[in-house]
């Protein structure tokens, strides 16, 4: 059972994971998404939402039919920023991170930056 302080934890540590994407992908594309959400999705999993993520030029490309075009780049563009993103995550979580993915519904506008963390050593506590 989580305790209060476990929980205002986790809070925290979501709230500035969310507040670090958003930054690196105003860095990295320009523009950075208006919401941002994250959540642990298991001990070892943790995923954040960002809506309002495309570019200009992908939301056109979206009007044009052409998602899988923007799925492609935007796959590209976040390979290539894998390295500050896992970095970013991994100062504020305090894990290694051993699997990194990016997802986007370019007819939604929304990113899925995914995480997966080393397990804990389960002789600590």
Known sequence: MAT???????????EAVSSALVRLHKEQFGRGPTRSRSHFTS??????????????AERKMVKLGQQERVRETRGAFQAAAREEFVAA???????????????????????FENFLFAPRDSGSS
Do not use: M, Q, Y
């Not at 001990?43 to 200009?56: M, T, W």
């Not at 051993?98 to 370019?106: G, H, L, Q, T, W």
């Open 4 to 14: 209060e302080e476990s929980v205002e934890r986790n809070s925290s540590l979501l």
């Open 89 to 111: 995550t991994e100062a504020i979580v305090d894990r290694e991170v051993i699997a990194f993915a990016s997802a986007v519904d370019p007819d939604r506008g929304i990113v």
């Open 43 to 56: 001990d070892d999993g943790l995923v954040c939402v960002l809506r309002d993520a495309l570019l200009p």
